[in-house]
């Protein structure tokens, strides 16, 4: 998720010519343009993906089946998109339906469903210019209609979208025209564009049930079994002409990691998703298979309920943030995949980061903080295999790094039921992780905003939320980005976050698969589409 320039994307030109063709943990330890319009972001988001070198020198072919195996699904899962609860869901989602915009692999923004998109009233109000010729899978042509009434499926008191938070902020959305979206803020957002290419923000047709699946993406759905497997065929009116490649395309389910990479390994799938870092290592050794990582916003971290006792102590706090020894974590519990943390949720994938001094393990300081805090005793810390991989194991070094700095902590192991429910929130010291979050803004409201439910260190500070609101609103890049850093620095050095590492996203493909891209923000299904089988 972190550091160097992402410079791999596949420009996708109609022009392109087309050729037909029918065991044992690796470590253990003792363990736009902002806008495309009047407003430019003039910053490219950095990051690192690694992949084949070949991907974009071959000639993309049409045909054969693509079989993909893809962890967290649910025979509860659904594709209608108000209830994307599962990875396994988003990956359909990717297949079916578009967005107004999506990320491109540079973390620009880029065209899906809207052509262009402007700002006026400082941001407030956003207008969206809709591409024409476009339809839905059943036949009916694309209209402003059918996104208002899909993107208002998502809004209000009686949705169960998770992307209600992201349209909070959104007070009117209509069609100006058919080929026309206004969409009304409550106050001014330069960012908002940006959460236009949620996930869950698909183009359905208005008055079809959403339960169908029915949208404007590059593959139709012919069944699917929750929990199990997704069936689809290649969309010939798809508006990109040069997508699909595959004909068609099958999502098997494969919750289990090792039985995932053995599918792999067995010319199974061509595809698997989430590879955990301890079990990469039967995968290198193979001829017949590639990895794909790609550095992505997720953090992994340890928080401290700072409105209770004794992390109400901003001394503690910050002596437990030099007793922990970030990079020796990150290479002995994820094999060296990702990158480090720095106690605040932003990295250089964002397009506005800027560095702060890295908090690195100091025995010596966090002594001398931990002997001003007037604290004694042991430290309980709450964790579970499930909260991010290793996680347990995480917490047992810092057990041994902050023993040097004479600090007791006491790793508390519990089971993954009821973690999210009866611990996370509710303990005074845990693990967590928090998902890929879209822009800045959200990277600060979610998990710190004071009056975020999302807040889990009930970390309260006015001035930080001024700063929040003074951003939105703030055109000039340079001092949004000014903003954001003081942001970042309060984060720093005085939120309940310890932030250990940003995880990457690490796949699978058979090595005669082409033109795969990671995603920084965890979008990878969308690349599906621009695959293709070497011959």
Not at 10 to 37: A, C, H, V, Y
Not at 471 to 478: F, G, I, T, Y
Not at 487 to 498: C, F, L, P, R
Request: charged share 20%.
């Amino acid at each position: 998720m972190n550091e160097q320039q992402a410079n791999r994307h596949r420009n996708w030109e109609s022009t392109m010519d087309f050729e037909d063709s029918s065991n044992k943990p690796l470590l253990q330890i003792d363990r736009r343009t902002f806008l495309r319009g009047s407003v430019g972001l003039g910053i490219a988001a950095v990051g690192r993906i690694v992949q084949p070198t070949t991907a974009f020198a071959r000639t993309p072919r049409r045909g054969g089946k693509f079989v993909t195996g893809v962890k967290s699904g649910s025979t509860t899962d659904t594709v209608d998109p108000v209830d994307l609860n599962s990875t396994a869901s988003l990956f359909v989602s990717y297949q079916l339906g578009n967005r107004l915009l999506e990320r491109a692999t540079d973390g620009k923004l880029a065209s899906e469903l809207a052509e262009s998109w402007e700002p006026s009233d400082s941001g407030k109000t956003w207008t969206f210019t809709l591409r024409k010729g476009v339809t839905f899978h059943n036949g009916k042509d694309f209209t402003a209609n059918d996104m208002v009434y899909s993107l208002n499926r998502h809004r209000g008191p009686d949705t169960r979208s998770g992307a209600a938070g992201l349209m909070k902020a959104i007070k009117d959305i209509k069609a100006e025209g058919p080929y026309q979206l206004t969409v009304a803020l409550s106050a001014p957002d330069v960012g908002f564009p940006f959460l236009m290419t949620n996930a869950a923000l698909i183009a359905q047709p208005e008055g079809e049930d959403p339960a169908k699946g029915i949208g404007t993406g590059p593959f139709i759905l012919d069944s699917g079994q929750p929990g199990v497997r997704y069936n689809f065929h290649r969309n010939p009116d798809y508006f990109r002409p040069e997508e699909p490649l595959f004909d068609e395309l099958e999502i098997l389910v494969i919750n289990d990691d090792t039985a995932r990479i053995s599918a792999l390994l067995a010319g199974s799938t061509h595809f698997v998703s989430d590879l955990t870092p301890n079990l990469i290592g039967r995968i290198k050794s193979s001829p017949s298979v590639t990895i794909n990582v790609a550095d992505t916003t997720t953090f992994c971290y340890f928080v401290m309920q700072t409105n209770q006792a004794p992390f109400d102590n901003p001394d503690l706090r910050l002596a437990l943030k030099y007793a922990v020894d970030r990079n020796l974590i990150l290479k002995m519990t994820q094999a060296g995949y990702g990158t480090i943390g720095n106690d605040n949720p932003i990295n250089s994938i964002y397009p506005l980061y800027s560095e702060l001094p890295q908090h690195t393990y100091d025995p010596d300081k966090a002594r001398f903080y931990y002997k001003k805090s007037g604290h004694s005793g042991a430290i309980d810390l709450y964790t579970s295999e499930s909260v991010f991989p290793a996680a347990v194991n995480a917490v047992e070094i810092f057990q041994q790094t902050a023993a040097k700095a004479g600090i007791t902590i006491n790793p508390k192991r519990v089971p993954h039921d009821g973690y999210w429910s009866d611990v996370w929130m509710k303990k005074p010291f845990c693990a967590s992780r928090f998902g890929s979050l879209a822009t800045e803004d959200q990277a600060f409201t979610q998990p710190f905003a004071s009056d975020s439910p999302w807040n889990d260190g009930n970390w309260y500070r006015p001035e930080f939320d001024k700063l929040l609101v003074q951003a939105r609103s703030e055109l000039d890049v340079e001092k949004r980005k000014s903003l954001y850093h003081e942001a970042a620095k309060m984060v720093q050095e005085d939120a309940g976050h310890i932030t250990l590492m940003f995880s990457p996203s690490i796949n699978g493909l058979a090595k005669k698969v082409q033109g795969f891209v990671g995603d920084h923000f965890h979008a990878e299904g969308k690349n599906f589409a621009r695959c293709w089988f070497e011959i």
